[in-house]
């Protein structure tokens, strides 16, 4: 079965510190990974997705296939980084056409 | 103005009421989903469609109905079968084949009372 897993609810940091919004998947295959973001008052939208390898906003994420894990990364926090972040996954099994996500952790960056 | 629209923004039901949820997108693509977003739940879905006149159920999609005639349409029914419909109702489309991004709606609030 697939299952994606934030452990954290909320993770508050203050401005200028790392960050680091934790992410562990269960798929026997190889998935596609996906960070999306909600802004307050604004709809969700891709952040970012392993397979393009980007950095989006100072943002990286690394898949770790032997840990099951695409933590999401930032080594200096901004305030406008605030925000609700999903983690994703889809997989071949249903041709990448449907999307498993997380709980999502809500991420607070205090001045 | 390009992209995907979702009405209303608010909605209010009586229990044992039908309601449609209306979802609407321009940019050509062929998949289409929607989710229900409940605090400390995330996005689980509901039902999705690949392709016009057809849609599968997603994880939750007891108490809903979907229908696909159309490319750019794919309206939601919550159905009085549905034991707790109060949520955040969002929508989705992807261009067909491949792991591709999903552009979301602004979502739907629907509550029961």
């Known amino acids: 079965a697939q299952r994606v897993t934030q452990p954290e609810k909320l993770l508050s940091v203050f401005k200028g510190a790392p960050v680091e919004l934790k992410c562990n998947y269960s798929y026997s295959g190889s998935p596609e990974l996906f960070w999306y973001v909600q802004y307050s008052r604004q709809r969700l939208q891709l952040l970012l997705r392993?397979?393009s390898r980007e950095s989006i906003k100072g943002f990286t994420a690394d898949l770790n296939k032997g840990e099951t894990s695409f933590h999401l990364k930032k080594p200096f926090a901004q305030e406008e980084d605030s925000a609700m972040y999903y983690c994703a996954l889809s997989g071949e099994n249903t041709g990448f056409q449907k999307l498993v996500f997380g709980t999502g952790t809500r991420l607070l960056v205090s001045p | 103005d390009g992209g995907i629209t979702q009405s209303p923004k608010y909605l209010f039901r009586k229990e044992g009421q039908n309601v449609t949820l209306s979802c609407e997108q321009n940019?050509?693509?062929?998949?289409m989903y929607w989710y229900r977003q409940d605090p400390g739940q995330g996005l689980r879905l509901i039902y999705y469609s690949q392709i016009v006149n057809d849609f599968q159920k997603g994880d939750i999609a007891e108490g809903y109905s979907v229908s696909r005639e159309k490319k750019e349409s794919f309206p939601l029914t919550v159905t009085s079968a549905q034991k707790n419909p109060t949520a955040f109702y969002l929508c989705?489309?992807?261009?067909?084949?491949?792991?591709?991004?999903?552009?979301f709606g602004p979502g739907t609030r629907l509550t029961v009372l």
């Open positions: 392993h397979i």
């Open positions: 940019l050509n693509h062929d998949a």
């Open positions: 989705a489309s992807k261009l067909a084949g491949g792991p591709g991004e999903q552009f």
